[in-house]
């Protein structure tokens, strides 16, 4: 019977497709993490000395947040992914080149977060079924942060 559950007491082979489905979330949050410090640096343009800070903000964000799901998956008894190989493999988000006007960096910006919006209510449905509420809570708080980012970027290009 103890072989079934983990450390915190939730069924190993229920968690397998929550471990699962975080990979590939971490992976995504990695290609975005890229792409926001890619605009970080290239952005140009009358808007500069707003954005170049407010990607720096962003990309800050994202760097605790990958810490913190690959930690969670840890706890989960998993292993996270760690190499780019991977993370191109499994991610959601593409990569984002040379983008160095304002509007097309929050425009792209606007594009990660709502596909990562997407998948963490997604990941958030599959954790649940899991009774992995711990996980779906962690989501709930990116998705809410993230949801007003969108709006505030979307407000920014009018
Ligand atoms: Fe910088």
């Not at 500069?48 to 810490?67: G, M, N, S, W």
């Not at 998993?78 to 191109?88: E, K, Q, R, V």
Request: aromatic share 10%.
């Amino acid at each position: 019977m103890a072989d079934t559950t983990n450390q915190i007491g939730l069924t190993k082979t229920e968690l397998a497709s929550v471990i699962t489905a975080l990979n590939t979330l971490l992976s995504g949050y990695h290609l975005f993490y890229l792409n926001v410090r890619g605009y970080h640096w290239n952005v140009k343009g009358e808007h500069f000395f707003t954005l170049h800070p407010k990607f720096e903000e962003l990309y800050t964000k994202l760097q605790l947040q990958i810490d913190e799901i690959a930690e969670r998956i840890l706890t989960l008894g998993g292993t996270p992914l760690h190499a780019y190989s991977d993370f191109i493999k499994h991610s959601g988000i593409t990569e984002d080149k040379d983008v160095f006007d304002g509007r097309a960096c929050v425009q792209g910006t606007i594009k990660g977060l709502q596909t990562l919006i997407k998948e963490q209510r997604q990941v958030a449905l599959v954790a649940e079924e899991a009774c992995d509420q711990g996980t779906a809570d962690i989501l709930a708080g990116y998705v809410q942060d993230q949801e007003k980012e969108v709006w505030m970027y979307n407000a920014f290009l009018g």
